[in-house]
T-cell receptor
Framework: DGGITQSPKYLFRKEGQNVTLSCEQNLNHDAMYWYRQDPGQGLRLIYYSQIVNDFQKGDIAEGYSVSREKKESFPLTVTSAQKNPTAFYLC??????????????FGPGTRLTVL | AQSVTQLDSQVPVFEEAPVELRCNYSSSVSVYLFWYVQYPNQGLQLLLKYLSGSTLVESINGFEAEFNKSQTSFHLRKPSVHISDTAEYFCAVNGGSQGNLIFGKGTKLSVKP
């Protein structure tokens, strides 16, 4: 089955720790995205990547970092600099870089809780 | 910059009643509009999208949305809802050449028996 997988489904972090959220897609999509979802806030863009070895900051990139070493993988690291990291994190991909009409396909999400 | 406003955060309805979820967007030259649905603790799934052509777009499960340029709206409707339609619905607009989407804050549809 083609799709996007995210792991883990639930993640608990102590304050001051960095954690990495995994996102893998086997759709052969060029573009990948990370969104953060908070209750009543919709989805906000953290980072996006249109091609391997290149990525751009979104609206709320502070305290996060990403890498895109392989086309199918786009991991997100939540660093200790992120002041309020507890949220639901969604990874998405779309077929073409910069494709404004493309459908974005979403993974099942990772719920991060800071203890 | 593009923006999306979903006017209702929660919409409770009874089963088999009609429903309309409202969405307004900021006007721009090229607008592509999307409705996504999210079931509890899951990712988002595309419901329908408007790119061009007919202003009325339909999904396979009975939802439809109408693109209204003069009112900058893209409201989602269903003539008769089911319990299984209970979910959160997000309206989104294209964010520009980077290909990202700009989302509204979501509307929680609660269908009661």
């Amino acid at each position: 089955d083609g799709g996007i997988t995210q792991s883990p489904k639930y993640l608990f972090r102590k304050e001051g720790q960095n954690v990495t959220l995994s996102c893998e897609q086997n759709l052969n999509h060029d573009a990948m995205y990370w969104y953060r979802q908070d209750p009543g806030q919709g989805l906000r863009l953290i980072y996006y990547s249109q091609i391997v070895n290149d990525f751009q900051k979104g609206d709320i990139a502070e305290g996060y970092s990403v890498s895109r070493e392989k086309k199918e993988s786009f991991p997100l690291t939540v660093t200790s600099a992120q002041k309020n990291p507890t949220a639901f994190y969604l990874c998405a991909s779309s077929l073409l870089a910069g494709g404004e009409t493309d459908t974005q396909y979403f993974g099942p999400g990772t719920r991060l809780t800071v203890l | 910059a593009q923006s999306v406003t979903q006017l209702d955060s929660q919409v409770p309805v009874f089963e088999e009643a009609p429903v309309e979820l409202r969405c307004n967007y900021s006007s721009s030259v090229s607008v592509y509009l999307f409705w996504y649905v999210q079931y509890p603790n899951q990712g988002l799934q595309l419901l329908l999208k408007y790119l061009s052509g007919s202003t009325l777009v339909e999904s396979i499960n009975g939802f439809e949305a109408e693109f209204n340029k003069s009112q900058t709206s893209f409201h989602l409707r269903k003539p008769s809802v089911h319990i299984s339609d209970t979910a959160e619905y997000f309206c989104a607009v294209n964010g520009g050449s980077q290909g990202n989407l700009i989302f509204g804050k979501g509307t929680k549809l609660s269908v009661k028996p």
